[in-house]
Protein backbone atom coordinates (compact mmCIF):
# COMPACT_ATOMS: atom_id res chain seq x y z
CA UNK A 1 0.00 0.00 0.00
CA UNK A 2 0.93 3.38 -0.51
CA UNK A 3 2.62 5.75 2.07
CA UNK A 4 -0.55 7.80 1.41
CA UNK A 5 -2.84 5.14 1.28
CA UNK A 6 -1.58 3.94 4.98
CA UNK A 7 -2.14 7.58 6.38
CA UNK A 8 -5.60 7.30 5.36
CA UNK A 9 -6.27 4.31 6.86
CA UNK A 10 -4.36 5.09 10.10
CA UNK A 11 -6.71 8.38 10.39
CA UNK A 12 -10.04 6.67 9.74
CA UNK A 13 -8.83 4.16 12.42
CA UNK A 14 -7.56 6.65 14.74
CA UNK A 15 -10.82 8.45 14.52
CA UNK A 16 -13.06 5.77 14.95
CA UNK A 17 -11.10 4.46 17.66
CA UNK A 18 -11.80 8.48 19.35
CA UNK A 19 -15.29 8.23 18.53
CA UNK A 20 -16.60 4.40 19.94
CA UNK A 21 -14.74 5.45 23.01
CA UNK A 22 -16.49 8.87 23.40
CA UNK A 23 -19.70 7.51 22.73
CA UNK A 24 -19.84 4.17 22.13
CA UNK A 25 -20.54 1.67 18.91
CA UNK A 26 -23.99 2.07 17.85
CA UNK A 27 -23.94 5.70 17.84
CA UNK A 28 -21.02 6.10 15.56
CA UNK A 29 -22.16 6.22 12.04
CA UNK A 30 -19.41 5.92 8.64
CA UNK A 31 -20.99 9.73 8.30
CA UNK A 32 -19.41 10.74 11.57
CA UNK A 33 -16.24 8.70 11.21
CA UNK A 34 -15.73 10.00 7.32
CA UNK A 35 -16.00 13.91 8.96
CA UNK A 36 -13.89 13.16 11.76
CA UNK A 37 -11.31 11.30 9.93
CA UNK A 38 -11.17 13.93 6.49
CA UNK A 39 -10.90 10.80 4.67
CA UNK A 40 -13.14 10.55 1.60
CA UNK A 41 -16.14 8.56 1.49
CA UNK A 42 -14.58 6.45 -1.58
CA UNK A 43 -11.22 5.65 0.51
CA UNK A 44 -13.27 4.04 3.44
CA UNK A 45 -14.86 1.33 1.44
CA UNK A 46 -11.64 0.88 -0.52
CA UNK A 47 -9.86 0.38 3.00
CA UNK A 48 -12.78 -1.19 4.61
CA UNK A 49 -15.04 -2.82 2.25
CA UNK A 50 -17.09 -4.80 4.72
CA UNK A 51 -18.22 -1.56 6.12
CA UNK A 52 -18.37 -0.57 10.09
CA UNK A 53 -18.28 -3.47 11.51
CA UNK A 54 -14.30 -3.98 9.85
CA UNK A 55 -13.51 -0.91 10.50
CA UNK A 56 -14.64 -0.52 14.69
CA UNK A 57 -12.63 -4.37 14.66
CA UNK A 58 -9.54 -2.98 13.81
CA UNK A 59 -9.74 -0.15 15.35
CA UNK A 60 -10.38 -2.06 18.72
CA UNK A 61 -7.10 -3.69 18.06
CA UNK A 62 -5.51 -0.49 17.41
CA UNK A 63 -6.76 0.70 21.04
CA UNK A 64 -6.01 -2.77 22.49
CA UNK A 65 -2.62 -2.47 21.20
CA UNK A 66 -2.07 0.69 23.10
CA UNK A 67 -3.37 -0.81 26.51
CA UNK A 68 -1.16 -3.68 25.85
CA UNK A 69 2.29 -1.35 25.50
CA UNK A 70 1.01 0.79 28.81
CA UNK A 71 0.81 -2.99 30.70
CA UNK A 72 4.01 -3.93 29.20
CA UNK A 73 5.89 -0.95 29.91
CA UNK A 74 4.35 -1.27 33.79
CA UNK A 75 6.09 -4.36 34.06
CA UNK A 76 9.08 -4.52 32.09
CA UNK A 77 10.26 -0.59 33.94
CA UNK A 78 8.50 -1.54 37.72
CA UNK A 79 11.15 -2.97 40.43
CA UNK A 80 8.59 -4.89 41.55
CA UNK A 81 4.95 -6.45 40.69
CA UNK A 82 3.75 -4.47 43.40
CA UNK A 83 4.80 -1.10 41.52
CA UNK A 84 3.59 -2.51 38.23
CA UNK A 85 0.05 -2.68 39.02
CA UNK A 86 0.54 0.64 41.11
CA UNK A 87 1.67 2.64 37.55
CA UNK A 88 -0.29 0.58 35.36
CA UNK A 89 -3.55 1.89 37.15
CA UNK A 90 -2.10 5.23 37.92
CA UNK A 91 -1.76 5.55 34.13
CA UNK A 92 -5.56 4.39 32.94
CA UNK A 93 -6.54 7.59 36.01
CA UNK A 94 -4.73 9.75 34.46
CA UNK A 95 -5.85 9.26 31.03
CA UNK A 96 -9.22 9.21 32.22
CA UNK A 97 -8.87 12.22 34.07
CA UNK A 98 -6.77 14.12 31.06
CA UNK A 99 -9.95 13.02 29.23
CA UNK A 100 -12.44 14.65 31.13
CA UNK A 101 -13.67 11.09 31.90
CA UNK A 102 -14.55 10.41 28.54
CA UNK A 103 -11.62 7.64 28.18
CA UNK A 104 -11.47 4.73 30.56
CA UNK A 105 -11.35 1.55 28.57
CA UNK A 106 -11.20 2.22 24.85
CA UNK A 107 -12.65 -1.53 24.37
CA UNK A 108 -15.70 -1.58 27.45
CA UNK A 109 -18.40 0.29 25.69
CA UNK A 110 -18.05 -1.73 22.53
CA UNK A 111 -17.85 -4.59 24.28
CA UNK A 112 -21.01 -4.48 26.49
CA UNK A 113 -23.06 -3.12 22.66
CA UNK A 114 -21.82 -5.46 20.50
CA UNK A 115 -24.07 -8.24 20.85
CA UNK A 116 -25.38 -11.88 18.54
CA UNK A 117 -25.73 -8.87 15.39
CA UNK A 118 -22.19 -8.16 15.48
CA UNK A 119 -19.57 -11.41 16.17
CA UNK A 120 -16.62 -9.62 14.23
CA UNK A 121 -16.52 -6.66 17.08
CA UNK A 122 -17.26 -8.81 19.68
CA UNK A 123 -14.15 -11.04 18.54
CA UNK A 124 -12.30 -7.91 18.71
CA UNK A 125 -13.05 -7.49 21.85
CA UNK A 126 -12.56 -10.88 23.54
CA UNK A 127 -9.50 -10.79 21.70
CA UNK A 128 -8.34 -7.39 23.36
CA UNK A 129 -9.16 -9.02 26.56
CA UNK A 130 -7.16 -12.45 26.18
CA UNK A 131 -4.05 -10.00 25.02
CA UNK A 132 -4.42 -8.20 28.29
CA UNK A 133 -4.49 -10.74 30.35
CA UNK A 134 -1.90 -12.82 29.01
CA UNK A 135 0.78 -9.58 28.96
CA UNK A 136 -0.08 -9.07 33.23
CA UNK A 137 0.49 -13.06 33.75
CA UNK A 138 3.74 -12.66 31.43
CA UNK A 139 4.72 -9.42 33.34
CA UNK A 140 3.70 -10.80 37.02
CA UNK A 141 5.57 -13.79 36.13
CA UNK A 142 8.41 -11.60 34.56
CA UNK A 143 8.57 -9.92 38.40
CA UNK A 144 8.86 -13.16 39.95
CA UNK A 145 5.62 -13.99 40.87
CA UNK A 146 5.42 -17.91 40.59
CA UNK A 147 3.46 -19.09 37.17
CA UNK A 148 0.50 -20.85 38.77
CA UNK A 149 -0.36 -17.32 41.25
CA UNK A 150 0.32 -14.95 38.17
CA UNK A 151 -2.14 -17.12 36.04
CA UNK A 152 -4.44 -16.99 38.65
CA UNK A 153 -4.37 -13.19 39.35
CA UNK A 154 -3.92 -11.98 36.02
CA UNK A 155 -8.23 -12.39 35.39
CA UNK A 156 -8.39 -10.87 38.78
CA UNK A 157 -6.68 -8.27 38.18
CA UNK A 158 -8.61 -7.29 34.72
CA UNK A 159 -11.76 -7.71 36.23
CA UNK A 160 -11.12 -5.43 38.91
CA UNK A 161 -9.71 -2.66 36.57
CA UNK A 162 -12.59 -2.85 34.11
CA UNK A 163 -15.05 -2.64 36.84
CA UNK A 164 -13.01 0.19 38.75
CA UNK A 165 -12.33 2.04 35.31
CA UNK A 166 -16.18 1.88 34.83
CA UNK A 167 -16.98 3.07 38.37
CA UNK A 168 -14.27 5.99 37.67
CA UNK A 169 -15.63 7.06 35.15
CA UNK A 170 -19.74 6.91 35.50
CA UNK A 171 -18.77 8.98 39.19
CA UNK A 172 -16.47 11.21 37.68
CA UNK A 173 -13.77 9.84 40.51
CA UNK A 174 -10.59 8.19 40.34
CA UNK A 175 -11.55 6.98 43.99
CA UNK A 176 -12.38 3.83 42.58
CA UNK A 177 -9.37 2.97 40.68
CA UNK A 178 -6.59 4.42 43.75
CA UNK A 179 -8.92 1.65 45.94
CA UNK A 180 -8.54 -1.13 43.53
CA UNK A 181 -4.88 -0.09 42.82
CA UNK A 182 -4.48 -0.17 46.93
CA UNK A 183 -6.31 -3.23 48.01
CA UNK A 184 -4.68 -5.24 44.98
CA UNK A 185 -1.27 -4.15 46.01
CA UNK A 186 -1.47 -5.37 48.77
CA UNK A 187 -1.40 -8.92 47.41
CA UNK A 188 2.31 -8.61 45.99
CA UNK A 189 5.48 -7.95 47.01
CA UNK A 190 6.97 -4.76 46.84
CA UNK A 191 10.20 -5.15 48.22
CA UNK B 1 -53.25 7.48 38.30
CA UNK B 2 -55.60 4.95 37.21
CA UNK B 3 -54.62 1.39 37.80
CA UNK B 4 -54.62 0.60 33.86
CA UNK B 5 -52.50 4.12 33.49
CA UNK B 6 -50.20 2.41 36.53
CA UNK B 7 -50.12 -0.88 34.30
CA UNK B 8 -49.21 0.73 30.99
CA UNK B 9 -46.60 2.73 32.89
CA UNK B 10 -45.02 -0.60 34.19
CA UNK B 11 -45.45 -2.22 30.77
CA UNK B 12 -43.48 0.76 29.49
CA UNK B 13 -40.49 0.51 31.89
CA UNK B 14 -40.21 -3.35 31.92
CA UNK B 15 -40.15 -3.18 28.09
CA UNK B 16 -37.24 -0.46 27.87
CA UNK B 17 -34.93 -1.75 30.58
CA UNK B 18 -35.31 -5.19 29.16
CA UNK B 19 -34.11 -3.38 25.60
CA UNK B 20 -31.73 -1.11 26.86
CA UNK B 21 -29.92 -4.51 28.70
CA UNK B 22 -29.75 -6.68 26.03
CA UNK B 23 -28.65 -3.76 23.03
CA UNK B 24 -27.67 -0.64 24.97
CA UNK B 25 -28.91 2.87 25.40
CA UNK B 26 -27.93 4.55 22.09
CA UNK B 27 -29.86 1.70 19.62
CA UNK B 28 -33.12 2.06 21.86
CA UNK B 29 -35.59 4.34 20.31
CA UNK B 30 -38.92 5.34 21.19
CA UNK B 31 -40.37 3.43 18.40
CA UNK B 32 -38.78 0.51 19.70
CA UNK B 33 -40.23 0.85 23.38
CA UNK B 34 -43.93 1.53 21.85
CA UNK B 35 -43.70 -1.74 20.02
CA UNK B 36 -42.00 -4.08 22.58
CA UNK B 37 -44.18 -2.69 25.35
CA UNK B 38 -47.62 -1.97 23.52
CA UNK B 39 -48.39 0.87 24.52
CA UNK B 40 -50.02 3.25 22.51
CA UNK B 41 -47.41 6.20 21.46
CA UNK B 42 -49.69 9.10 23.48
CA UNK B 43 -49.21 7.25 26.17
CA UNK B 44 -45.88 7.11 26.29
CA UNK B 45 -45.35 10.94 26.28
CA UNK B 46 -48.46 11.20 28.63
CA UNK B 47 -46.51 9.21 31.40
CA UNK B 48 -42.86 10.43 30.52
CA UNK B 49 -43.53 13.92 29.15
CA UNK B 50 -39.81 14.91 28.72
CA UNK B 51 -39.32 11.94 26.59
CA UNK B 52 -36.59 9.19 25.80
CA UNK B 53 -34.03 10.14 28.98
CA UNK B 54 -37.04 10.27 31.64
CA UNK B 55 -38.55 7.00 30.50
CA UNK B 56 -34.66 5.65 30.51
CA UNK B 57 -34.07 6.93 33.95
CA UNK B 58 -37.23 5.58 35.24
CA UNK B 59 -36.14 1.69 33.55
CA UNK B 60 -32.75 1.65 35.49
CA UNK B 61 -34.50 2.69 38.77
CA UNK B 62 -36.08 -0.50 38.64
CA UNK B 63 -33.35 -2.15 37.46
CA UNK B 64 -31.21 -0.39 40.40
CA UNK B 65 -34.24 -1.81 42.73
CA UNK B 66 -33.87 -5.38 41.05
CA UNK B 67 -30.03 -5.69 41.38
CA UNK B 68 -30.65 -4.30 45.46
CA UNK B 69 -33.42 -6.98 46.34
CA UNK B 70 -30.76 -9.30 44.81
CA UNK B 71 -28.10 -8.06 47.24
CA UNK B 72 -30.19 -7.63 50.19
CA UNK B 73 -31.48 -11.10 49.90
CA UNK B 74 -28.15 -12.46 50.15
CA UNK B 75 -27.20 -10.99 53.18
CA UNK B 76 -30.40 -10.90 55.24
CA UNK B 77 -30.79 -15.06 54.43
CA UNK B 78 -26.70 -15.90 54.05
CA UNK B 79 -25.14 -17.31 57.19
CA UNK B 80 -21.81 -15.68 57.02
CA UNK B 81 -20.70 -12.70 55.03
CA UNK B 82 -18.41 -15.49 52.64
CA UNK B 83 -21.70 -17.55 51.72
CA UNK B 84 -23.54 -13.73 50.95
CA UNK B 85 -21.00 -12.66 48.75
CA UNK B 86 -20.81 -15.93 47.06
CA UNK B 87 -24.83 -16.04 46.84
CA UNK B 88 -24.95 -12.33 44.86
CA UNK B 89 -21.89 -13.89 42.16
CA UNK B 90 -23.69 -16.87 41.93
CA UNK B 91 -27.17 -15.38 41.46
CA UNK B 92 -25.93 -12.59 38.54
CA UNK B 93 -23.89 -15.80 37.35
CA UNK B 94 -27.24 -17.90 36.68
CA UNK B 95 -28.96 -14.82 35.43
CA UNK B 96 -26.29 -14.00 32.98
CA UNK B 97 -26.46 -17.79 31.60
CA UNK B 98 -30.40 -18.15 31.59
CA UNK B 99 -30.54 -14.41 29.38
CA UNK B 100 -27.87 -15.91 26.99
CA UNK B 101 -25.10 -13.96 28.25
CA UNK B 102 -27.04 -10.74 27.27
CA UNK B 103 -28.05 -9.93 30.62
CA UNK B 104 -25.22 -8.96 32.78
CA UNK B 105 -25.38 -5.58 34.90
CA UNK B 106 -28.51 -3.87 33.77
CA UNK B 107 -26.84 -0.38 34.28
CA UNK B 108 -23.45 -0.98 32.92
CA UNK B 109 -23.91 -0.71 29.25
CA UNK B 110 -26.05 2.66 29.55
CA UNK B 111 -23.87 3.98 31.80
CA UNK B 112 -20.73 3.61 29.50
CA UNK B 113 -22.61 5.41 26.81
CA UNK B 114 -24.45 8.33 28.50
CA UNK B 115 -21.93 11.24 28.66
CA UNK B 116 -22.40 14.71 28.98
CA UNK B 117 -25.14 14.80 26.75
CA UNK B 118 -27.53 12.85 28.94
CA UNK B 119 -26.96 14.06 32.24
CA UNK B 120 -30.46 12.55 33.74
CA UNK B 121 -29.38 8.91 32.77
CA UNK B 122 -25.82 9.28 33.86
CA UNK B 123 -27.10 9.96 37.17
CA UNK B 124 -29.45 7.67 37.08
CA UNK B 125 -26.79 4.68 37.02
CA UNK B 126 -24.45 6.52 39.23
CA UNK B 127 -27.63 6.47 42.02
CA UNK B 128 -27.76 2.96 40.99
CA UNK B 129 -24.15 2.39 41.69
CA UNK B 130 -24.60 4.49 45.15
CA UNK B 131 -27.58 2.32 46.18
CA UNK B 132 -25.58 -1.45 45.68
CA UNK B 133 -22.31 0.00 47.29
CA UNK B 134 -24.17 1.18 50.75
CA UNK B 135 -26.77 -2.20 51.12
CA UNK B 136 -23.49 -4.33 50.14
CA UNK B 137 -22.02 -2.35 53.17
CA UNK B 138 -24.46 -2.16 55.45
CA UNK B 139 -24.92 -6.24 54.32
CA UNK B 140 -21.56 -7.03 56.05
CA UNK B 141 -22.55 -4.55 58.97
CA UNK B 142 -24.91 -7.21 59.33
CA UNK B 143 -22.82 -10.15 58.69
CA UNK B 144 -20.56 -8.85 61.52
CA UNK B 145 -17.80 -6.98 59.51
CA UNK B 146 -16.84 -4.31 61.48
CA UNK B 147 -17.95 -0.71 59.85
CA UNK B 148 -14.62 0.20 58.77
CA UNK B 149 -13.42 -2.85 56.83
CA UNK B 150 -17.10 -2.94 55.45
CA UNK B 151 -16.93 0.47 54.40
CA UNK B 152 -13.33 0.17 52.55
CA UNK B 153 -14.86 -3.53 50.83
CA UNK B 154 -17.98 -2.71 49.45
CA UNK B 155 -16.67 -0.43 46.61
CA UNK B 156 -14.27 -2.93 46.11
CA UNK B 157 -16.60 -5.75 45.92
CA UNK B 158 -19.09 -3.50 43.31
CA UNK B 159 -15.71 -2.97 41.37
CA UNK B 160 -14.78 -6.52 40.49
CA UNK B 161 -18.45 -7.49 40.34
CA UNK B 162 -19.11 -5.22 37.84
CA UNK B 163 -15.88 -6.07 35.87
CA UNK B 164 -16.19 -10.22 36.13
CA UNK B 165 -19.55 -9.83 34.75
CA UNK B 166 -18.60 -7.88 31.76
CA UNK B 167 -15.93 -10.04 31.45
CA UNK B 168 -18.17 -12.74 31.54
CA UNK B 169 -20.49 -11.55 29.10
CA UNK B 170 -17.90 -10.58 26.31
CA UNK B 171 -16.32 -13.68 27.03
CA UNK B 172 -19.76 -15.64 26.78
CA UNK B 173 -18.32 -18.07 30.60
CA UNK B 174 -19.05 -17.75 33.78
CA UNK B 175 -15.68 -18.36 34.68
CA UNK B 176 -14.33 -14.67 35.12
CA UNK B 177 -17.14 -14.25 38.07
CA UNK B 178 -16.30 -17.65 39.49
CA UNK B 179 -12.67 -16.56 40.25
CA UNK B 180 -13.68 -13.14 41.44
CA UNK B 181 -16.42 -14.97 43.85
CA UNK B 182 -13.57 -17.27 44.84
CA UNK B 183 -10.87 -14.32 45.21
CA UNK B 184 -13.43 -12.49 47.51
CA UNK B 185 -14.41 -15.32 49.85
CA UNK B 186 -11.02 -15.68 51.12
CA UNK B 187 -11.38 -12.32 52.25
CA UNK B 188 -14.23 -13.11 54.48
CA UNK B 189 -15.16 -15.19 57.49
CA UNK B 190 -16.76 -18.20 56.61
CA UNK B 191 -17.22 -20.01 60.04
Redesign the interface.
Known sequence: MSSKGQQTQEKILSATLDLIE???F??TGLQQIIKASGAPKGSLYFHFPEGKDQIVSCALQQGSEFINAMINHAFTLADNPSQSVGWLFDGLARRLLDSNY?K?CPV??T???A?DAHPQV?DA??QA?DLWQDSIARGLCQKGIPEEQAV?EA??I???????L??A???RSR??LD??RD?LLARFPSG
Open positions: RQGHSEGATALEGRCAYYPLLSILEGAMMKVRQPQAA
